[in-house]
Every structure is written in structure tokens, then in C-alpha cells.
């Protein structure tokens, strides 16, 4: 079946203790991206990636690291994750000019 | 400065009837637009793409216009049902691949 992966769909941590959050895709897909939802700021993209080794900022990027190793694979990392990081995140691939392809969320708490 | 708007938080008409949601935006000069259709606490889902070039798209009880004079799209759910209700979300791509999303229009659809 193709899909969007999500690891973890729910995770509550502490200020400070570095995360990630995987995200993979099955359908060889050369665009991947992050995104944020708020309530009350909609879905706000935070990286983006275009294929391997190729990644850009996205509107929201200041606290966030990502990595494009694999095609396949595009995770999200926290290094120092602070209270205003809790939020609703999920992960997208596409092929490049076309319909994206939504992972299932994933909630993070930071306490 | 750069926006994207949605003509109402919430909309709600009868069974039966046609929705019809607005996505405005300025200082953009997107190649396409497309239409999510969101769930609560579920990844967005891909509905529709228009490109610029086209005026109009349909796929089965929707049709979507854009104008890039008016720089607006409408959204039209003919023939609407309850199982219709969930937020839509109208997003453009500006340039480079970085996404930007509306924020939305929560549509309820009333037996």
C-alpha cells in the first residue's frame, strides 16, 4: 500500500532532550517536506527537500534540523526542543509539481 | 506582504445543496493551486490541482476555478452530504517548491 510513515504519533518530553521524528515514504517520491499545525496558524511548512542530499528552509525552520540520506527517508530532528515546539506535525511526499501525500500527524508535548 | 486567504472560518449550508469556498491570495503568481480536504486530527488529503493555464477542473461532485487576475480559486461541492463536513484547505506553491496553505474553512454540511 502506499503511504506516508509517521514515528512516533504521539510523544511527550521534556525542554531540552534532543528528538526525532522518522517519516518514510514507499512510492519513491522525490519531494518530502515538513509541516506544523497550529491552532489558529494553519499548516506552516518548516524544511523541505527536493531529492537526496537536497534540502531548503521553509517558512518555519528555527528550531528544526532535517537530513535526505535515502530517497525514501526524511526525518525531523529536535536537537534542543523547547514548550513553543508543541504542536501537530506531519510529513509529506510528492512527486515534484503534483498532490501531496500527508502522513498520518504526529503530536509532540514539549513540558 | 504575501497572504493567502479563506473566505470563512466556518461555513454551513443544508444537504443538497452547493458549497462554495473561496481562496484569495496576494503577491503570489503560482504556477497551480491545489484543494485539501482535512479531517480532524488526520493528515490532509489531496482533492484537486489547477494550473494556471487551466480555468477550470472537475472531478466528480467538484469543480474547482482559478483565476489569476482576480488571483482567487473557487472550491464547489455540488450536491452536498454530511459525509462532505471537514475543513478545506487551499495551498499554493510560490516558488521553489515551499508550500504555502490557507487557513482554512471548516464546512458543515446539515442533514
Redesign the interface.
Known amino acids: 500500500e502506499a503511504q ?1 510513515t509517521q514515528n512516533p504519533r504521539y510523544l511527550i518530553t521534556v525542554t531540552g532532550k534532543k528528538l526525532t521524528v522518522t517519516c518514510s515514504q514507499n512510492m519513491n517520491h522525490e ?1 518530502m ?1 515538513w ?1 506544523r499545525q497550529d491552532p489558529g496558524l ?4 518548516i524544511y ?1 527537500s ?1 531529492n537526496v542530499e537536497v534540502t ?1 528552509k ?2 518555519v525552520p528555527e528550531g528544526y534540523k532535517v537530513s535526505r540520506k535515502e530517497k525514501r527517508n526524511f526525518p525531523l530532528i529536535l536537537e534542543s526542543p523547547s514548550p513553543n515546539q508543541t504542536s ?1 506535525y ?1 510529513c ?1 511526499s510528492s512527486p ?10 504526529t503530536r509532540l508535548t514539549v513540558l | 506582504s504575501q497572504k493567502i486567504e479563506q473566505n470563512s472560518e466556518a461555513l454551513n449550508i443544508q444537504e443538497g445543496k452547493t458549497a462554495t469556498l473561496t481562496c484569495n491570495y496576494t503577491n503570489y503568481s503560482p504556477a497551480y493551486l491545489q484543494w485539501y480536504r482535512q479531517d480532524p486530527g488526520r493528515g490532509p488529503v489531496f482533492l484537486l490541482l489547477i494550473r494556471e493555464n487551466e480555468k477550470e477542473k472537475r472531478k466528480e461532485r467538484l469543480k474547482v476555478t482559478f483565476d489569476t487576475t482576480l488571483k482567487q480559486s473557487l472550491f464547489h461541492i455540488t450536491a452536498s452530504q454530511p459525509a462532505d463536513s471537514a475543513t478545506y484547505l487551499c495551498a499554493l506553491e510560490p516558488y521553489g517548491q515551499n508550500f504555502v496553505f490557507g487557513p482554512g474553512t471548516r464546512l458543515s454540511v446539515l442533514p
Open positions: 506516508v519531494y517536506s509541516y494553519g499548516l506552516r511548512q523541505y527536493m531548503d521553509g517558512d501537530l506531519f509529506a515534484l509539481n503534483n498532490e501531496q501525500f500527508f502522513g498520518p500527524g
